[in-house]
């Protein structure tokens, strides 16, 4: 691929994981408000949940961008001890000590207390609320900038690279079993749609991403 077409399509497969993420972000924070319920929520849901944001958000998209991306950015002109890319790793650590939190408690065999589960809740509602401004920061200034910084070979670079990645067999089938498992909660937890919700949506029409 050459030009404009390396440039739309070199994030796309970050753009895309932004998506569900989002969804499923959106669901955790549907459970997180169920949890306070009467009837409140299923625990085993939030070993789910957990499983989704541990091996896709984690092992699979935040390696994809701290593996594969940010060593790139890094050798094009972005600092790799300041700045953006230092401030995202940051908050990818923040988001796994939030999931790590959650899965403790998911793991909890005792029956969960009504203050087991506001904590439960209010520690779900952080981690959705970083999480949805983490994936805004990187829709709306790293992914932008790297698309006018780079010139088209290293995007095609990123490119590369991230198909790669995309097309390892463990990631594969990493993927196929956590994708299933993110449709079934965004099925069982809708929420009503929020303010703002669609911006890697608009950003993947933008890219040119279906
Ligand atoms: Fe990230
Ligand atoms: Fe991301």
């Given at each position: 691929?050459?030009?404009?077409d390396t440039?739309?399509h070199?994030?796309?497969?970050l753009?895309?994981e932004?998506q569900?993420?989002?969804?499923?972000?959106d669901s955790?924070?549907?459970?997180?408000?169920?949890?306070?319920?009467?009837?409140?929520?299923?625990?085993?849901?939030?070993?789910?949940?957990t499983?989704?944001?541990?091996?896709f958000?984690?092992?699979?998209?935040?390696e994809?961008?701290e593996?594969?991306?940010?060593?790139?950015?890094?050798r094009?002109?972005f600092?790799w001890q300041d700045?953006?890319?230092a401030?995202?790793?940051s908050?990818h650590?923040?988001e796994?000590?939030l999931?790590?939190?959650?899965?403790q408690?998911a793991?909890?065999?005792l029956a969960?207390?009504?203050?087991?589960?506001r904590?439960?809740?209010?520690?779900?509602?952080a981690?959705?609320?970083?999480?949805?401004e983490?994936?805004?920061k990187?829709?709306h200034e790293?992914f932008?900038?790297?698309?006018r910084?780079?010139s088209?070979?290293?995007?095609?670079?990123?490119?590369?690279?991230l198909e790669?990645f995309?097309?390892?067999?463990r990631?594969v089938?990493?993927?196929v079993?956590l994708?299933?498992?993110?449709?079934d909660l965004?099925?069982?937890y809708?929420?009503?749609?929020?303010l703002?919700s669609?911006?890697?949506?608009?950003?993947?029409?933008?890219?040119g991403?279906?």
């Amino acid at each position: 691929m050459q030009g404009r077409d390396t440039v739309i399509h070199a994030l796309s497969s970050l753009v895309r994981e932004h998506q569900v993420l989002s969804a499923l972000v959106d669901s955790l924070a549907a459970y997180a408000r169920r949890l306070l319920e009467p009837r409140g929520a299923a625990p085993r849901d939030l070993a789910a949940f957990t499983r989704v944001l541990s091996g896709f958000a984690d092992e699979l998209h935040h390696e994809k961008e701290e593996e594969i991306l940010q060593p790139i950015l890094s050798r094009h002109g972005f600092h790799w001890q300041d700045g953006v890319l230092a401030e995202v790793r940051s908050e990818h650590e923040r988001e796994r000590y939030l999931t790590e939190v959650l899965s403790q408690a998911a793991e909890c065999e005792l029956a969960w207390t009504a203050e087991d589960r506001r904590s439960i809740a209010a520690t779900a509602l952080a981690l959705v609320t970083f999480q949805r401004e983490h994936m805004d920061k990187e829709n709306h200034e790293l992914f932008p900038e790297v698309l006018r910084r780079l010139s088209s070979s290293a995007l095609e670079q990123v490119r590369a690279g991230l198909e790669r990645f995309d097309r390892a067999p463990r990631h594969v089938a990493l993927g196929v079993e956590l994708l299933r498992v993110a449709d079934d909660l965004i099925a069982r937890y809708p929420s009503a749609p929020r303010l703002g919700s669609g911006a890697a949506v608009a950003l993947g029409a933008t890219l040119g991403v279906r």
